[in-house]
């Protein structure tokens, strides 16, 4: 039988380099690294209340998968957005499953994603039939697919034309953090 004292337990060795370290990465991974800031009330309305802050979306890892919630039940004539359970430890298909509210579907079950290479940043429509469209310009729809450069401040309309979701793409790559100095 192990006996430890607890004196013994909580006498780790202590440094303030190791502290500062911990301290560096706890913040690095719970800052967003961009945001999604939505436009329009349904834009808003779409995303599950405990994703957001105000009216965005904090990003904190890429690839950022978004889609069409599919499990949505009829609460007093509105669909709502029922709890999405994992299942055998399976991953996700999304990062943000998003409620459409229309008559005719604008989002895909798997519809963008967010992806940032030594470049910057892409958005990759994943084979929506509605397509995506960046600051107006086309990208993929019609179950294609397609790629496009997405930049600071870019307006991001998920769907057909007309679509009531739409989002600004946020990012914070002029910002760093640092150690303040003594």
């Not at 039940?73 to 509105?78: A, L, Y």
Request: aromatic share 8%.
């Amino acid at each position: 039988m192990l006996k430890i004292r607890i004196n013994e337990v909580y006498r780790r060795p202590f440094t303030q380099a190791k502290c500062m370290d911990d301290k560096l990465e706890i913040l690095t991974k719970n800052i967003p690294k961009a945001m999604l800031q939505g436009l329009t009330p349904e834009a808003i309305e779409a995303v599950p209340a405990h994703c957001l802050r105000g009216d965005k979306i904090a990003l904190y890892a890429f690839p950022f998968k978004i889609g069409r919630e599919s499990r949505v039940v009829r609460v007093d004539g509105r669909l709502e957005r029922m709890e999405r359970a994992k299942k055998n430890g399976s991953a996700l298909s999304n990062d943000l499953y998003l409620i459409d509210r229309g008559h005719r579907l604008n989002i895909s079950r798997e519809h963008f994603e967010i992806v940032k290479n030594e470049g910057g940043y892409a958005l990759i429509d994943r084979g929506s039939a509605c397509g995506t469209k960046i600051e107006g310009r086309n990208v993929g729809g019609d179950d294609a697919g397609g790629a496009a450069v997405l930049h600071d401040g870019d307006v991001i309309a998920v769907g057909a034309a007309g679509t009531p979701y739409t989002f600004r793409f946020i990012t914070f790559d002029e910002y760093c953090v640092v150690q303040k100095s003594e």
